[in-house]
Antibody, heavy 121, light 107 residues
Framework: EVQVLDSGGDLVQPGRSLRLSCTISGATFGDYSWSWVRQAPGKGLEWVGLIRSKTYGETIEYAASVKGRFTISRDDSKSIAYLQMTSLKAEDTATYYC????????????WGQGTLVTVSS | DIQMTQSPSSLSASVGDSVTFTCRASERIRNYVNWYQQKPGKAPKLLIYAASTLHSGAPSRFSGSGSGTDFSLSISSLQPEDFASYYCLQTYNTPHTFGQGTKLEIQ
């Protein structure tokens, strides 16, 4: 069974940086594209970005709201995806989920439990 | 960017009722729509992918339909565990975008 563990969430001050990790077990990490999705308290889901598999060139896409501040990366040897967040703002406060794009290409089929990032002074 | 307009934003229903939610895309997206259920404090769960295919393990009372710009998720014979929030997601183009969500509440 595939398991996704999101970690790294914390309380940070505006303008600071934080790195989230997404650790996968029970699946061949390198075969898949991985995305980050966030949810502000009491709000809906927001796609943050994705990193494609090596097969698709490990290309990366971002939402406009985080482009230039957030960086997604992956380490296939460790089965970990990362979300490096810089210049954090109060509006980045959210639960961040890592999720796998299925081999079908349509959907995100496996999700982490989420990790809470709070940006506040 | 493709906008996904989901309606209604909330819905009250009773156990045993049938309900339908809709999502309208701002441009044609073939069948690249997925539906998720989310309960408070939990990660979303995939119900339907490719507009109408039931995900493994999702109950058969859930069904999806649509293509192009208009999509719907239906639940027949509501069960107590179905009261949750539901989101559509388009993956036709990046940025991938979610609908605003529908909160299904017990009447």
């Amino acid at each position: 069974e595939v398991q996704v563990l999101d970690s790294g969430g914390d309380l940070v001050q505006p303008g600071r940086s934080l790195r989230l990790s997404c650790t996968i077990s029970g699946a061949t990490f390198g075969d898949y594209s991985w995305s980050w999705v966030r949810q502000a308290p009491g709000k809906g889901l927001e796609w943050v970005g994705l990193i494609r598999s090596k097969t698709y060139g490990e290309t990366i896409e971002y939402a406009a709201s985080v482009k230039g501040r957030f960086t997604i990366s992956r380490d296939d040897s460790k089965s970990i995806a990362y979300l490096q967040m810089t210049s954090l703002k109060a509006e980045d406060t959210a639960t961040y989920y890592c999720t796998r794009q299925s081999v079908r290409g349509y959907d995100y089929d496996v999700w982490g439990q989420g990790t809470l990032v709070t940006v506040s002074s | 960017d493709i906008q996904m307009t989901q309606s209604p934003s909330s819905l009250s229903a009773s156990v045993g009722d049938s309900v339908t939610f809709t999502c309208r895309a701002s441009e044609r997206i073939r069948n690249y729509v997925n539906w998720y259920q989310q309960k408070p404090g939990k990660a979303p769960k995939l119900l339907i992918y490719a507009a109408s295919t039931l995900h493994s393990g999702a109950p058969s009372r859930f069904s999806g339909s649509g293509s192009g710009t208009d999509f719907s998720l239906s639940i027949s014979s509501l069960q107590p565990e179905d009261f949750a929030s539901y989101y559509c997601l388009q993956t036709y183009n990046t940025p991938h975008t979610f609908g605003q969500g529908t909160k299904l509440e017990i009447q």
